[in-house]
């Protein structure tokens, strides 16, 4: 069946670091791929989406490009801030099915 | 527009206790989702409509637990007898799939956080 594996967390950076969240999924056919963002005691939000090959989805300074060729959508910001803090969730929706990753979990210090 | 709606957004009970949460999805949405989330098992989906219809249940933990939707605009989500393990956040999620689809993207509610004493 289809499936998500993301980076394990937590990860910790400095404010104004480089941020990359690793995500690689399965799935037959093509699916749309997403970026969940969930704050501290908050529900989770859509960050970003792309629904075909070499798509990139962008938002809040956040972009993931959909790698069909590496099974691939990274996220990535060139400068973090603390209020990035949070867990992120990468998934997938094929129309049948929809699959989230475990989540990582970010920590931006001052 | 108003984004899902769920309530209560806090509980706590006490074992043996009947607990129902509820959730509005967005309007014009046919999808619902129904997830737990834990610090152990992390987030998990419990159960999902499309129009009204019951697609997957295979995540409901054990016959404590059930849900409903009797109209697009309402759903809940029982658990009877409640138990310590059952603690957690509860989050309803809705979308509005293509024709052919039942899944695509999720909106998610603010969550009803579950103590059971």
């Known amino acids: 069946g289809d499936s998500v594996t993301q980076m394990e967390g937590p990860v910790t950076l400095s404010e104004e670091a480089f941020l990359t969240i690793n995500c690689t999924y399965t799935?037959?056919?093509?699916?749309?791929l997403f970026w969940y963002v969930q704050y501290p005691g908050e529900g989770l939000q859509l960050l970003l989406k792309?629904?075909?090959?070499?798509d990139k989805g962008s938002n809040k300074g956040f972009e993931a490009t959909y790698r069909k060729e590496t099974t691939s959508f990274h996220l990535e910001k060139g400068s973090v801030q603390v209020s990035d803090s949070a867990v992120y969730f990468c998934?997938?929706?094929?129309?049948?099915?929809?699959?989230f990753g475990p989540g990582t979990r970010l920590s931006v210090l001052p | 527009d108003a984004g899902v709606i769920q309530s209560p957004r806090h509980e706590v009970t006490e074992m043996g206790q009947e607990v129902t949460l509820r959730c509005k999805p967005i309007?014009?949405?046919?999808?619902l989702f129904w997830y737990r989330q834990t610090m152990m098992r992390g987030l998990e989906l419990l159960i999902y409509?499309?129009?009204?219809?019951?697609?997957?249940d295979s995540g409901m933990p054990e016959d404590r637990f059930s849900a409903k939707m009797p109209n697009a605009s309402f759903s809940t989500l029982k658990i009877q007898p409640s138990e310590p393990r059952d603690s957690a956040v509860y989050f309803c999620?809705?979308?509005?799939?293509?024709?052919?689809?039942?899944?695509?993207?999720?909106?998610f509610g603010p969550g009803t956080r579950l103590t059971v004493l």
């Open positions: 792309a629904t075909k090959a070499d």
């Open positions: 409509f499309n129009n009204n219809v019951p697609i997957d």
């Open positions: 309007s014009g949405h046919n999808s």
């Open positions: 799935a037959t056919g093509y699916p749309s």
């Open positions: 998934a997938l929706s094929d129309g049948q099915n929809f699959v």
């Open positions: 999620a809705s979308s509005r799939p293509g024709l052919a689809d039942v899944t695509d993207t999720q909106y």
